[in-house]
């Protein structure tokens, strides 16, 4: 159905695409494969109308196509879900789903129309209880997700391209996501999947394609016989073992975060936890079960009742006073809650720590970029350019950066949620790695993370949490991934 082939793009400074070949047949899955900064996101964005190729051809049902705008893309039949939603959160769910092609007569939205048409979407992705009406800024990163896929259908698509659709899912959801799939492919529409989750590939993936530093290294690959081993050596262009750091070597110390009876109405009731300097602590349960809430809680950026002690002193309530006091947040929503966009990678690596590095009154820019590049290379930011926009970066390196934010300084306790969330599995590595080493110079880490695997890898110590209450807590040595999803699914204790 589709086939892209010698696909160049330039930009200023880098060559993102290097020839890159892709094609994709009708009623499959094709998942794209490749590391943060491969290309694949370039690559999509061709596709989609939002870049032009520099050379090379697209032929879509065998004629070639130039899509020169997104509207272009769509009156094809090309259908986008990105990775970071554009929706808009100021319009209702159905003006979210249909914009661009309203229902509309002599002039006139009809809404009533618009709402049962977004109705009857919903209801085919199976979720009716998400309302047409509901403003999107409402809804829950999951549902927004929802949605998003509602407007592709809603085009009705021969090719959707899928940007780690399953990134803010939970467990449940993500089955219904490969239903509806499956769904779609059984009709003769054509996937592209892009995903950092091997064992997804496994499941709904028919081929795989993967890109390495912005060039076609495998190309239709079964998916389900490949060697995860020879995939892992194709994206990283080594062998990289996918394994957490050991434990040994890392002795709990003293207190430093002591949470008691944490309630916000609606959300969590009655959370009760502590962390220890050097000690990791991961929160475990369904997307909506409190997990995020709770940090934005701790961090000072949610209302709620109970007390939070930092180091045995109640911290006052607010960023600004959490910040001094030594804590830091690497939130889930890293675009819309942790970056400047348009500033440097340096400007957005230094955001925490800007005092620092004053000196009367003025900011010394060569220490700051200098402290700026030595973590750009530690956490092996891609492209190896502090000054760069942060917007240029990859979603994965864009998520190095905010680590890196709370590299500088003094801290004794690190906030991370969903850290590794868009994150390839070689750059996963390191930054367990990174986490680990944090972990023992004595900082205090409470992480949440929708992967199972991923918190039972890192934690010391896991709190499994269900409709907002803390249902078990226990060692992550004494736990597996079947007994924490039995606990959260189920709502008993094991």
């Known amino acids: 159905m589709l086939v892209m082939q010698g696909i160049v793009k330039q930009f ?42 520099d050379e090379g051809t697209i032929t879509f049902d065998g004629a070639v196509v130039r899509p020169g705008s997104p509207i272009d893309a769509i009156r094809l039949g090309f259908a986008t879900i990105y990775q970071e939603l554009d929706l808009v959160d100021g319009l209702s769910v159905a003006e979210n789903i249909f914009l661009g092609h309203e229902h509309a007569r002599l002039g006139f939205v009809n809404r009533a129309a618009a709402n049962r ?27 927004k997700q929802v949605v998003s896929m509602a407007r592709a259908l809603s085009h009705k698509a021969r090719v959707i391209i ?74 990283t262009g080594r062998n990289v073992e ?84 030594g804590m830091g947040l690497a939130p889930e929503e890293r675009k819309a809650q942790a970056l400047l966009l348009d500033q440097s990678v340096t400007a957005n690596i230094t955001l925490g720590t800007l005092p620092e590095f004053a000196r009367l009154g003025w900011l010394d820019r060569g220490r700051e970029r200098a402290e700026a590049r030595r973590l750009a290379d530690l956490l092996d930011i891609r492209p190896p350019d502090p000054e760069r926009p942060i917007r240029t970066l990859s979603g994965g390196n864009q998520q190095k950066a905010v680590l ?32 680990h080493d944090l972990a023992k110079k004595g900082i205090g880490v409470l992480l949440v993370s ?30 597996d991934e079947h007994r924490v999803l039995d606990m959260i699914m189920n709502g008993e204790a094991a």
Request: charged fraction near 25%.
């Open 117 to 143: 048409a977004a109705a009857q979407v919903l209801a085919r992705l199976g979720h009716p209880e998400i309302r047409p009406a509901t403003e999107v800024g409402r809804l829950s990163p999951a549902a």
């Open 404 to 435: 890196a934010r709370w590299l500088l300084g003094s801290r004794r306790l690190l906030l991370l949620d969903e850290p590794t969330r868009g994150v390839d599995v070689g750059a996963r590595a390191e930054l367990y790695a990174v986490i």
């Open 450 to 479: 929708s992967e199972v695997p991923e918190v039972l890898g890192l934690a010391d110590r896991v709190l499994v949490l269900r409709e907002g209450r803390v249902i078990h807590e226990g060692a992550a040595t004494e736990l």
């Open 242 to 325: 996918y394994v957490f750091p050991p434990r040994q070597g890392r002795e709990p110390g003293e207190e430093v975060l002591r949470v008691e009876n944490l309630s916000a109405p609606g959300v969590f009731s009655d959370v009760s936890f502590s962390v220890r300097a050097g000690e990791i602590v991961g929160l475990a349960g369904l997307v909506g079960s409190g997990r995020s809430e709770i940090l934005e809680a701790v961090y000072g950026a949610r209302p709620a009742s109970g007390s939070v002690l930092l180091s045995g002193r109640s911290v006052r309530r607010g960023v600004v006073g959490t910040v001094r006091n």
């Open 12 to 53: 200023p400074g880098v060559r993102a695409l290097d020839g890159v070949d892709l094609d994709v047949r009708a009623g499959e899955v094709h998942c794209l494969l490749g590391q943060n900064g491969a290309g694949k996101s370039t690559l999509i964005k061709v596709l989609a109308g939002a870049h032009q190729p």
């Open 162 to 235: 899928m940007d780690e659709p399953s990134a803010a899912l939970a467990h449940d959801e993500v089955a219904n996501l490969f239903r509806i799939i499956r769904e779609l492919t059984a009709e003769g529409v054509a996937v592209v999947y892009i995903s950092h989750r091997l064992e997804e590939i496994r499941e709904i993936g028919d081929r795989v394609t993967v890109l390495k530093d912005g060039r076609t290294v495998a190309v239709g690959l079964p998916a389900r016989d490949t060697p995860t081993s020879q995939i892992v050596s194709l994206m």
